[in-house]
């Protein structure tokens, strides 16, 4: 699904991806654990298409070669992240723009776009699932939203979206124990044959719940380490200063 | 310009003046002849030099009035309303059937004498020659059961023209009157519209007053308010004229009485050769008056965008709040905004604040919602209705919230 090859990307004349390598297969879900700062949010962003990044170095998604894909293309063919912070975006009602994204999407795949009393079931459905209050999405996009509520807003659009390819980065950060539950249990019904994952956390609690195959750590712009879900364990008693 | 055919026998020709006005009007015709157009020498129009954009865009111009009639209005749809028609500034025809009649006054406008002497070129020439307008007023306790949209047609044959009318809305003690200027311009062709407009509210009373387009134009349209505020008014101004190759609006304020408040806030969207200059002067001359002024712009294209907003505060005027803030946002490199903030206060215990910010769209909201599947192009005109959408949400009716909601996504597409 995911091929990366000796990876360096920089922003601003800064090296910050030195020379990564990852290989992600249909149904993998993978884990990347690391310090502020090593560049886990940059990897995510890079996948996502984000522009200002000088890159080098091979990116493969589906046998295709991602930097000519533009950012939305990326999203209508199922590549999905979940930000770290996500963007509070006033005037711009939650529904609407879930509704906007998600027929922009099925248009590219070439399915029907949903009408208004479809989308809405589907809205109810997934919000519900995942503890939603209903009444966030009548508001401005992520404005006012608690910390907790932008996160869960972020799994509820993948839920929508339903991405074959979902980049999850710190949604576990800043969620309540019985919140984090409900998203892992999210994510878990949303794991099939078909989709993969790649998850940037700090904490193993979330790897109790979501079961990764692989376990990488990410350190000053490379992947210095890569194990199974126990490489997550020894990770929390030892911390990261060991591996270097 | 050698073709300006603006001269003195025009004012001979007006019917039934006295002496005084006569010479009122000639002195205002010197006045306009000596200055000329006004260019960005004068302070007031340093960003909008009016004397080189029309020489940009006219070979001739004369300001006689032009007659003629309308053989069809498109009456808006969508809600119900009272009318008054003018075309080409002439009152047509008015209707207030949701109304008392007999709470309402409206006639055509012909008083034009006692006016001060203005230092804009654009009023001398106004005072000079204006013969057409409306007066409207509105008795004591009176609140409209229905809003007035006051139909500004401008007929196709209008070409080469300054048309100058005047314009008077009176609001009486505790009445209240919600008003939307819809100007309709038929014409093809370019042409200038001078107006100048006396806004006066009595004792607790309140006029909203909307601006708004029907369609794109190529018409030039500076317009002056002078408005009057007594105890306890309340006005309220909501600007969302874009569309207009030039557009100057002028407002200027005098809270006169204690309780008053003045709101100004604007949303507007200018494209391709647009030039819009939205100059305020809020005078706060008795206390415990307040005065909240929101504009937000965003210029595509090669626009040009102005707000001048000026705060006066005279020493009496304690406890005065006065609020300002200017955002624009500029979609491409040719646009152009300039914001000149302006406060002269004499008063000590005073709550005034004042900002002003420009810049273009934020990339990381766009990279936020492309990565939800929305092209540049459908991220960039979402940014921009939630940015312009925050004025929007200030109008309190349903329906012309609606209305307005629907031009402002028509000026975002490109109509
Ligand atoms: N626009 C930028 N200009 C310069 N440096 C940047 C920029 N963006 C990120 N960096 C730097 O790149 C490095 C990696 O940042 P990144 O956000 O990828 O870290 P991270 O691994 O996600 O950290 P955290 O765990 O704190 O979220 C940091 O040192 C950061 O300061
Ligand atoms: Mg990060």
Known sequence: MLKIKNLQAS???KLILKGLNLNIKEGELHAIMGPNGSGKSTLANVLSGKSGYEISGELKFQGENLKEISVEERARKGIFLAFQYPLEIPGVNTNNFLKTSLNSVRKAKGEKELDALAFLKLVKEKSSELGIDE????????VGFSGGEKKKNEILQMKILNPNFSILDETDSGLDIDALKIIAQGVNTSRDKKKSFLVITHYQRLLD???????????????VKTGCSELAQELEKTGYQKLN | MQNLDINSKQIDNIKKITSEEKNFRIKNLELFKTAGFPNKRLEDWKFSDFSNIISNNFNKLDAKSVSSNVNKINFLKDFEHNYIILVNGNLHSSNFDYEKINKIKILPYDKNTNYRISKNPMICLNHALAENGYSLEIDENYKFKKVLVIYNFFTPDVNNKILNNKNKIKIGKNSELHVIEYTENQSKFKFINNSYEDIILEKNSKLRNLYIQGRKSNGFFHKYIKSKLFYNSNYLNFIFSSGLKFNKLDIDCDLEEEKCTCNILSALFLNKNEHQEIKTSVNHLAPNCKSYQKIKNVLSSDSKGIFQGKVYVKANAQKTDAYQL??????NDNAEFNSKPELEIYADDVKCTHGSASGSLDENSLHYLMTRGLNREDSTKLLTKGFLNDIVEFIKSPSIKEFVKNKLEDQLNGH
Do not use: M, T
């Open chain 1, 11 to 13: 922003i601003n004349k």
């Open chain 1, 135 to 142: 009444k966030i999405l009548s508001r401005q996009l992520n």
């Open chain 1, 209 to 223: 719940y979501i079961k990764p195959d692989f376990v990488h750590v990410l350190s000053e712009g490379r992947i």
């Open chain 2, 326 to 331: 200017s955002k624009a946002i500029l979609l």
